[in-house]
């Protein structure tokens, strides 16, 4: 196995980390606090193409691969997980859903668009009522003939109130259960599309959250994705990859608390010595360093699938697990080593706390990843164990 990363990937990880330190550093705490969306900084990961990476370049898009995003989000994520979810979702579940399997025409009014940052795009599943169970959709597409007649809330939508268009699951054909599902594009200034309340959140709160509903709105046929029925498919198959920039983005806030808890550790001193060299927290330390080694390798395992073209499903729900979990872990040892000033805005521990925990819960709660590697492994997928007649237990 190759474990270097080539000179490409290695130049698109030190841009991100000095755009991170130069551009988003500045100004974080502030936008935690007062909800305030980045939008200059928005406009410029646009500008250094961060919002359609792995786009093709026809489509306006940077061409890149998907480690290469990964690379990106993660530096992104140590210092501000807000901009790193704006640009996950219009990476992973717009642009990549849109290119993957949109047609021609959707591609180009739609894609090339949001792979410049022309236009910011949102990925409309989750409802009041269908969260980890995304089969119930109440959300409906009524067939007109020409076009759908859409209605139905859609809660917790990131970019829902900057966004300029919208990917929005909807049940058409209730028999059908979720075979009955379209996914449509929906742009945000037609008639009978109502942006809620920005969320006040716990973390991430610079992004903007909300609540979406849609009142009669008119949408055109050839606005849906895919054939008639394929929005579930389209959902789940989406989903998979967005996980992955999920879990880059857990990698990178467990990471970026990492830094800061080793730096912290090095300069701090008790009884004489900097507490880095007081086993208590030397070993914390090593925890730390090794469970985000881990959780590299598993996210980065899953990124080079998906560009491999193999199946990723499983991979990605490690992936996001594993590194979620580890987020939540050492953020929570990051403030512990800073001690009382860990607990306060200026040393930023305390908010890439706040911010690991929506990582194990949106795009797939842990629960849900769990089902998919379960699933995986009692069907015989992964890690199936071969055992010779002398393994057998007598």
């Known amino acids: 196995m190759q474990f270097e990363l080539t000179e490409e990937q290695m130049a698109v990880k030190e841009a991100a980390r000095n755009f991170t330190q130069q551009e988003l550093l500045p100004g974080v705490i502030e936008r935690d606090r007062e909800m305030k969306y980045p939008k200059n900084q928005v406009r410029r990961m646009a500008e250094m193409g961060f919002l359609g990476m792995m786009v093709s370049t026809e489509y306006g898009g940077g061409g890149m ?13 140590k210092v501000d997980a807000s901009c790193a979810v704006i640009m996950s979702v219009n990476n992973s579940l717009v642009c990549w859903g849109l ?13 090339t668009r949001l792979a410049t940052g022309e236009w910011i795009g949102a990925f409309c599943l989750s409802e009041p009522e269908a969260g980890s169970d995304a089969t119930h959709q109440r959300t409906t597409a009524v067939d007109m003939g020409d076009y759908y007649l859409l209605n139905g809330t ?36 037609w008639d ?21 509903m849609y009142n009669d709105v008119k949408v055109p046929k050839e606005n849906r994705i895919g054939d008639d029925g394929f929005g579930f498919k389209f959902a789940m198959k989406t989903l998979d990859g967005g996980r992955i920039g999920i879990a880059a983005q857990a990698l990178g806030i467990a990471g970026g608390a990492y830094e800061l808890a080793l730096a912290y550790a090095k300069e701090r001193e008790a009884f004489g010595k900097s507490i880095s060299k007081h086993q208590a927290i030397a070993f914390k330390i090593a925890d730390m360093a090794t469970d985000i080694e881990a959780a590299k390798l598993l996210v980065y395992r899953a990124a080079w699938l998906k560009d491999q073209g193999m199946d990723y499903s499983t991979a990605s729900a490690m992936a996001k697990v594993f590194a979620s979990e580890t987020a939540m872990k050492h953020t929570i040892e990051a403030v512990q080593i800073h001690g009382g000033y860990g607990y306060v805005k200026e040393y930023h521990v305390e908010r890439l706390l706040r911010d690991a925990k929506i990582t194990q819960i949106y795009e797939g ?23 010779s007649e002398k393994m057998q237990p007598v």
């Open 99 to 111: 290119e993957a399997f949109g047609n021609e025409a959707q591609k180009q009014k739609y894609l």
């Open 365 to 387: 709660t842990s629960e849900v990843q769990r089902i998919v590697i379960s699933r995986s492994v009692l069907q015989g997928q992964l890690y199936v164990p071969i055992w």
């Open 192 to 212: 009978g599309v109502v942006i809620g309340a920005k969320e006040d959140k716990l973390g991430i709160r610079a992004s903007d959250t909300h609540s979406i």
């Open 65 to 77: 691969d998907t480690l290469s995003y990964v690379l990106a989000m993660e530096e992104i994520s």
């Open 154 to 189: 859609k809660n917790w939508i990131t970019n829902g109130g900057t966004s300029n268009v919208h990917l929005v699951m909807a049940q058409t054909h209730s028999e059908k259960g979720h075979h009955g599902i379209n996914c449509l594009i929906v742009e945000t200034d």
